[in-house]
Nanobody, 115 residues
Framework: QGQLVESGGGLVQPGGSLRLSCAASRSIFSNYPMSWYRQAPGKQRDLVATIAVGGSTNYADSVKGRFTISRNYAKNTVYLQMNNLKPDDTAVYYC?????????WGQGTQVTVSS
């Protein structure tokens, strides 16, 4: 519990930007791929982006070219830079370590894109 702590959500207008942060314990950050998932009301939780321990990245087609995932090894923190946000990006965003079957999840942070 409390091993992944998210921050950075909020309300933004379409076309705007937000950066999400996920602070992890050192043991988790150093040993697991880190991902961001999102869940909109009434929908399943979907994978948004993943970054491996070595730094390689993968993105959902819906966010390619707009979102960037990165990790800061000195701060044990993963970021999700979200640009050109659209109303369809509105969801609760969750940080994850390992995989969707992992027990390592953040508490979630709300992102709302609306004019």
């Amino acid at each position: 519990q409390g091993q992944l702590v998210e921050s950075g959500g909020g309300l933004v207008q379409p076309g705007g930007s937000l950066r999400l942060s996920c602070a992890a314990s050192r043991s988790i950050f150093s040993n697991y791929p880190m991902s961001w998932y999102r869940q909109a009301p009434g929908k399943q939780r979907d994978l948004v982006a993943t970054i491996a321990v070595g730094g390689s990245t993968n993105y959902a087609d819906s966010v390619k070219g707009r979102f960037t995932i990165s990790r800061n090894y000195a701060k044990n923190t993963v970021y999700l830079q979200m640009n050109n946000l659209k109303p369809d990006d509105t969801a609760v965003y969750y940080c994850n370590a390992g995989s969707s079957l992992s027990r390592y999840w953040g508490q979630g942070t709300q992102v709302t894109v609306s004019s």
